[in-house]
């Protein structure tokens, strides 16, 4: 199961939770337990090591969520993660979070890109959503940088969450490269605040 295997696009790699050790387990805990993560979780309690422990070896035994630390390097940055995956429709609810030292650097624009690209071109699959809190700026303005739309048909829209989609399709035509995300961030956000 696609869903089940780890990946590397050029020097990014894509570890599967089932292949962590406990280590790197309490480390992945350690970023989604803090303060400045967990604000902006679905659920925003402290999870166990217990807890997680379970949950990552409830991995191996199911086909629709998947869960990947990613690395930059040697250096891991974050994780995503496609939960759930409806297979009738080929696609994906997405998720992501940082490791907190990495908050003020561009590693999440190299997360982002990386993430929607090992979705698109690698797992094959036709459509990202994701939904994000309403308060949380640098993650929408993150997503409309990736071309991630709002979704004004989700009925979630409406409540605390921005429903967000993205297609391979609309991937294509948006033509990002991870050569200069720097530079084409920075003139998205000018662009963005003059707009506001």
């Known amino acids: 199961m696609f869903l089940h295997k780890s990946y590397q696009l050029e020097s990014i790699k894509f570890i599967n939770y089932i292949d962590l050790n406990d280590d790197e ?5 350690t970023w ?6 967990r604000k902006w979780m679905y659920n925003t309690d402290e999870i166990t090591l217990t807890e997680h422990i379970e949950f990552c070896k409830k991995l191996k035994l199911t ?10 390097g040697n250096e891991s940055i974050g994780t995503v993660n496609i939960n759930p995956f409806y297979p009738e429709k080929n696609e994906g609810e997405w998720g992501f ?9 561009d590693a ?3 997360l982002f890109y990386y993430s929607i690209e ?7 699959l036709d459509q990202l959503r994701g939904y994000v809190l309403k308060t949380n700026i640098s993650s929408l303005i993150l ?28 991937w294509k035509l948006l033509n990002r490269n991870s050569d200069n995300l720097k530079t084409q961030f920075a003139k998205f956000v000018k662009n963005y605040r003059l707009k506001q």
């Open 63 to 72: 086909n629709n969520k998947g869960y990947w630390l990613v690395q930059m």
């Open 25 to 29: 387990l309490q480390l992945i805990l």
């Open 32 to 37: 989604r337990n803090h303060p400045d993560v």
């Open 108 to 110: 999440v624009l190299m």
């Open 118 to 124: 090992l979705f698109f071109s690698e797992l094959k």
């Open 97 to 105: 979070f940082l490791n907190p030292k990495h908050f003020k650097s």
């Open 143 to 170: 997503n409309d940088f990736f071309g991630m739309v709002e979704n004004v048909e989700d009925s979630q829209n409406k409540n605390e969450y921005s429903s967000r989609k993205l297609t391979r399709a609309e």
